[in-house]
């Protein structure tokens, strides 16, 4: 069983900077492709980026790309999105998800996650 622990939200200002964190575990680690999600009040949960299993390859939705950046430290079973120059509209509940199988090459497509296994996610807000 897939256990996903969110952490690392929290207020911040707009044009400022957070770091998130993700620790899984349930799963071969360094075989999955990892991605974050997102979901802000009153709206459906969308992808926001991912990353193969080996941190080679990523994909970014157009709303963060040039600000956000996922990487992955396999030994550490721990996938990272680093927040810069935030906006009011990346304020949600930031969630990650494992690949449905392992070596996913496609990472870009969030038919890709898993997404019956969701972990609390971690509380993003900025303020205007």
């Known amino acids: 069983q897939v256990q996903l622990v969110e952490s690392g939200g929290g207020l911040v200002q707009t044009g400022g900077s957070l770091r998130l964190s993700c620790a899984a575990s349930?799963?071969?680690?360094?075989?999955?492709?990892m991605g974050w999600f997102r979901q802000a009040p009153g709206k459906e949960r969308e992808f926001v980026t991912g990353?193969?299993?080996?941190?080679?390859?990523?994909y970014y939705a157009d709303s963060v790309k040039g600000r956000f950046t996922i990487s992955r430290d396999n030994a550490k079973n721990t996938v990272y999105l680093q927040m810069n120059s935030v906006k009011p509209e990346d304020t949600a509940i930031y969630y990650c998800?494992?690949?449905?199988?392992?070596?996913?090459?496609?990472?870009?497509?969030?038919?890709?996650?898993?997404?019956?296994?969701w972990g609390l996610g971690t509380q993003v807000t900025v303020s205007s």
């Open positions: 349930g799963r071969t680690f360094n075989q999955y492709a």
């Open positions: 990353i193969s299993w080996t941190g080679s390859s990523t």
């Open positions: 998800a494992t690949a449905k199988a392992p070596y996913v090459v496609v990472v870009g497509n969030p038919g890709s996650y898993d997404q019956d296994h």
